[in-house]
């Protein structure tokens, strides 16, 4: 006797079964934002979330020159604030939040005198946001910008970056100078004020993103061979490091847009990295792109695309929201500047 049930059970439980498997999880459902646009439209700039406010810093203006600019953003408000500049105006600084404080490492700054150029400094500041002040620190052992920061437990620890070779006699690096690429981790601690070096990285890299999860810190994407963007390789490798052995895992898996000059956050255990440039001898873009890395499961999930591409953007987690602000929607070196007051946010809505 033929049994229907049986026999649907049979030919479409499999089906089923994939769709429910392939379905995507609830906590990836997503819509994007439109927030009040950030006041000075610049590229290069670099945001940092700390209590419950999302901080703008840097900006790289035509010819090189260094802005310094500080903004608070405050969510409740949808409002932002100018604060006072940074003591020292400089541009690829590694940010990172520190139990309420916002630390600057390293980073780039004009030649005293000659033509203009990237040259490397070893500055590392505290900025107070109650207070809006800033503080001299221990300087970075090592002179180079364009490194990521990242916070595992009460230490700091800023990786890669690029620098002068130590035989040159340049001051600074452009695309006529000698320039190094950096794997150097160093590891700062805020309590002391204090700096010890740590296991390079395997692959060394300027321009990347990084996130945190679960005490580890992952550093993502970025250039190899050089900080100038015509003549560097964009590089879609992902390296893990923990800290509590000091050790860097086997490579994990890659990100599936190599890109460079990123926005990052990190939101519910997963790294979202944004927009982005690359280029080759045929190809000069900036990224719309969107994509999750789970270390867990070590996969990337595509997310809905950001409303307007660009590169050198701020980036930071607040609430239930990733805020992606300004940039350049121009890919570097063409000597076209399209910078964007652009502000939106990708909010990650409940579970359903």
Same mark, same amino acid.
């Not at 006072?84 to 309420?100: D, I, N, Q, R």
């Given at each position: 006797?033929?049994?229907?049930?049986?026999?649907?059970?049979?030919?479409?439980?499999?089906?089923?079964?994939?769709?429910?498997?392939?379905?995507?999880?609830?906590?990836?459902?997503?819509?994007?934002?439109?927030?009040?646009?950030?006041?000075?439209?610049?590229?290069?700039?670099?945001?940092?979330?700390?209590?419950?406010?999302?901080?703008?810093?840097?900006?790289?203006?035509?010819?090189?020159?260094?802005?310094?600019?500080?903004?608070?953003?405050?969510?409740?408000?949808?409002?932002?604030?100018?604060?006072?500049?940074?003591?020292?105006?400089?541009?690829?600084?590694?940010?990172?939040?520190?139990?309420?404080?916002?630390?600057?490492?390293?980073?780039?700054?004009?030649?005293?005198?000659?033509?203009?150029?990237?040259?490397?400094?070893?500055?590392?500041?505290?900025?107070?946001?109650?207070?809006?002040?800033?503080?001299?620190?221990? $300087?970075? =052992? %090592?002179?180079?910008?364009?490194?990521?920061?990242? !916070? &595992?437990?009460?230490?700091? +620890? @800023? #990786? *890669? /970056?690029?620098?002068?070779?130590?035989?040159?006699?340049?001051?600074?690096?452009?695309?006529?100078?000698?320039?190094?690429?950096?794997?150097?981790?160093?590891?700062?601690?805020?309590?002391?004020?204090?700096?010890?070096?740590?296991? $390079?990285? =395997? %692959?060394?890299?300027?321009?990347?993103?990084?996130? !945190? &999860?679960?005490?580890?810190? +992952? @550093? #993502? *994407? /970025?250039?190899?061979?050089?900080?100038?963007?015509?003549?560097?390789?964009?590089?879609?490798?992902?390296?893990?490091?923990?800290?509590?052995?000091?050790?860097?895992?086997?490579?994990?898996?890659?990100?599936?847009?190599?890109?460079?000059?990123?926005?990052?956050?990190?939101?519910?255990?997963?790294?979202? !990295?944004?927009?982005?440039?690359?280029?080759?001898?045929?190809?000069?873009?900036?990224?719309?792109?969107?994509?999750?890395?789970?270390?867990?499961?070590?996969?990337?999930?595509?997310?809905?695309?950001?409303?307007?591409?660009?590169?050198?953007?701020?980036?930071?987690?607040?609430?239930?929201?990733?805020?992606?602000?300004?940039?350049?929607?121009?890919?570097?070196?063409?000597?076209?500047?399209?910078?964007?007051?652009?502000?939106?946010?990708?909010?990650?809505?409940?579970?359903?």
């Amino acid at each position: 006797m033929f049994d229907s049930r049986t026999w649907i059970s049979r030919c479409f439980a499999p089906v089923i079964l994939a769709l429910i498997l392939c379905a995507p999880a609830a906590h990836t459902q997503t819509k994007w934002v439109k927030l009040a646009p950030f006041p000075e439209p610049a590229e290069e700039i670099s945001g940092v979330a700390a209590g419950g406010k999302l901080y703008v810093f840097a900006g790289l203006a035509p010819a090189w020159k260094p802005m310094g600019m500080v903004y608070e953003y405050d969510p409740a408000a949808d409002k932002w604030t100018k604060k006072k500049p940074m003591t020292l105006p400089s541009h690829h600084v590694a940010f990172a939040s520190y139990e309420g404080k916002i630390y600057a490492f390293g980073g780039f700054v004009l030649p005293g005198s000659g033509p203009p150029a990237w040259l490397p400094i070893n500055n590392a500041w505290e900025y107070d946001p109650q207070n809006d002040s800033w503080k001299a620190l221990a $300087p970075l =052992p %090592t002179r180079r910008g364009s490194a990521v920061a990242a !916070v &595992v437990g009460d230490k700091i +620890y @800023v #990786i *890669g /970056g690029v620098t002068t070779p130590a035989a040159s006699e340049d001051q600074g690096i452009s695309p006529t100078r000698p320039q190094l690429c950096l794997g150097t981790v160093e590891e700062y601690d805020p309590a002391a004020n204090t700096w010890r070096e740590r296991t $390079p990285m =395997p %692959t060394p890299r300027n321009h990347a993103a990084a996130g !945190v &999860v679960d005490g580890k810190i +992952y @550093v #993502i *994407g /970025g250039r190899v061979g050089a900080a100038f963007i015509g003549l560097a390789s964009d590089i879609s490798v992902v390296e893990e490091y923990d800290p509590a052995t000091d050790k860097w895992g086997a490579p994990r898996a890659r990100m599936p847009t190599a890109r460079s000059a990123m926005g990052v956050g990190v939101y519910g255990g997963r790294i979202y !990295v944004a927009g982005g440039e690359y280029q080759d001898p045929h190809l000069m873009a900036t990224f719309r792109a969107v994509e999750a890395y789970d270390p867990a499961t070590n996969s990337w999930e595509t997310m809905p695309s950001m409303p307007v591409s660009r590169h050198g953007l701020a980036a930071g987690v607040i609430g239930n929201r990733l805020h992606l602000v300004g940039g350049d929607v121009q890919s570097a070196g063409s000597g076209i500047y399209v910078s964007t007051g652009e502000h939106d946010a990708l909010e990650f809505r409940p579970d359903r």
